[in-house]
């Protein structure tokens, strides 16, 4: 019984190893795959969330041998707000807004211009720091769809 178990786990491995898996966001397949590279990114604000979008899009710079390459300058804003208190002027349920405006220079001249928006509601909680910790994961989770958006546009132009 023990060899058939060690027996399936080597050949499992094997046809794993084997069968041409790559990742999906893999520096080597996205230079196979794109057409595109990103020469360098600008940051207008200066903000720790600058690093979620960059982390994104590093795979995407300085790739050789594409026929379009963009500069980027990105200027994002995050708006908090309270949608709605209870009786006694506490609030029960936030909003946020993430707007993330994008400058597309090719060749140092204004290429296209564009901006992505998300918003999340979300509930108060009792906890402030688990608050916080909920809503540096929401604005993660919000800009991470939005530079995957980033990507999807830069493809189409």
């Known amino acids: 019984m023990k060899n058939i178990k060690k027996i399936t ?3 499992s491995l094997l046809l794993l190893f084997s069968c041409g898996y790559e990742a999906i966001h893999s520096k080597k397949r996205i230079e196979k795959i794109n057409n595109f590279s990103i020469e ?12 979620i979008v960059y982390n994104k899009l590093k795979n ?8 379009k390459n963009f500069i980027l300058n990105i200027d994002i804003i995050v ?4 949608t709605s208190k209870n009786k006694e002027g506490n609030p029960e349920i936030f909003s946020m807004k993430i707007v993330l405006n994008l400058d597309i220079l090719k060749d140092d001249i204004l290429n296209n ?12 909680q009792s906890n402030k720091f688990d608050l916080e910790q909920y809503e540096n994961n929401i604005q993660n989770n919000l800009l991470n769809k939005i530079s995957g958006d980033i990507v999807r546009h830069l493809y189409s132009i």
């Open 9 to 11: 786990i080597i050949l």
């Open 40 to 51: 360098k990114i600008v940051f207008l604000s200066q903000k720790n969330i600058n690093k």
């Open 60 to 67: 995407y710079t300085n790739l050789e041998k594409k026929t």
């Open 79 to 82: 708006n908090k707000s309270i």
């Open 113 to 124: 211009k564009v901006s992505f928006e998300e918003t999340f509601e979300y509930n108060n």
